[in-house]
């Protein structure tokens, strides 16, 4: 960067790289606990994700759990750059598939409930839900950043998803007593203030 646009290339870069690491520290060690505290708090994970800092009220224990699971390859690994970015690449593609997976939601239930009242509706629906789909499947397709490493790249997320899809098999059908692909009821997800 700095070869082809000096110094001035060197500072966007800089600053682009800040930016996108406050993004990704942002996403996981905010708005990951919050999940899992939501999810605790519906009996979909472990309670202990649910427990709240008694002066700050936040999902402390969850927090902890996302550092540690995103500290945990570093201290494996390194701090090997190659590593690291084959895990955030990994990373990227697991949170892809997570974002697939939510329009795929939508466009159930929006043909589920058609009829329900929504505080928004996704205007041209359900062409910006597909074209989403397409566009991530896309970049997950392409996310490899050489044809050598496409294995190790799929890999890394391929394991995260599976272990993750394992958990979530085993939590749905042994402690939550539900079938895998019975559908909940809407009026039991909604939270009553």
């Given at each position: ?15 682009a790289?800040?930016?996108?690491t406050?993004?990704?520290?942002n ?10 505290y ?78 329900r009242?929504?505080p ?20 997950i ?15 890394i ?19 939550m ?11 039991n ?5």
């Amino acid at each position: 960067m700095g070869a082809v646009f000096g110094e001035t290339g060197l500072i966007f870069l800089t600053i682009a790289a800040f930016t996108a690491t406050c993004s990704t520290v942002n996403t996981s060690l905010a708005a990951v606990p919050r999940m899992l505290y939501g999810m605790a708090k519906n009996g979909q994970t472990f309670a202990a994700f649910g427990k709240l800092h008694g002066k700050y009220q936040t999902p402390w224990v969850a927090i902890t759990f996302v550092a540690v699971a995103t500290g945990a390859p570093i201290l494996i690994y390194g701090v090997d750059a190659d590593a690291i970015i084959l895990l955030l690449i990994g990373a990227a593609i697991a949170w892809l598939i997570a974002y697939i997976i939510a329009h795929v939601d939508v466009i159930v239930l929006r043909m589920r409930y058609p009829d329900r009242d929504r505080p928004f509706k996704t205007p041209l629906y359900p062409l910006p839900q597909i074209v989403g789909i397409a566009g991530m499947l896309y970049a997950i397709w392409h996310a490899s950043p050489a044809p050598e490493l496409t294995g190790k790249v799929f890999g890394i997320a391929g394991g995260v998803l599976v272990a993750g899809a394992l958990f979530a098999a085993y939590w749905v059908m042994f402690v939550m007593k539900k079938g895998l692909f019975t559908p909940e009821p809407i009026e039991n997800l909604v939270e009553e203030d």
